[in-house]
């Protein structure tokens, strides 16, 4: 893939995000897709990304927005920066009780790709910093 054709892969990824249509995400991952989660664990499989992402739904509701997009001149890995604004829903185990917080948080955010789809997914964002925004919000 190109370049370019990268970045409107990752456009598609976010623009599928932010209108909470998983099965458009899931149909731009490779079956064996590698999800690096944000201070967790390793999952690979789409199988596995889906479910992911319909747990994740019960806990928040978020988009993401001022979306900057950095491919390698082959295509075949992106960066992506980006503020994710979001509603805390439901209490997530082990973190701040949920009262509907709002948050907005800088993310970053590292794919692979192969054969015109994603293969690896690396999310970070700076969790104490949204526990301060979830607790602070809850004050």
Known sequence: MSAEQTHALIASYYDAFNREDHAAILALLSEDVVHDINQGGQEIGRDKFAAFLKRMDGFYRERSADRVVMTTPDGARAAVEF?????????EQGLPPA??????LPVGAFFAIR?????????????PLWVRQINDASA
């Open 115 to 127: 054969d015109g789809k994603i293969t690896r997914v690396t999310n970070y964002y700076n969790l």
């Open 99 to 104: 009262t509907g917080q709002k948050y907005a």
């Open 83 to 91: 503020v994710v604004h979001g509603e805390y829903l439901k209490t």
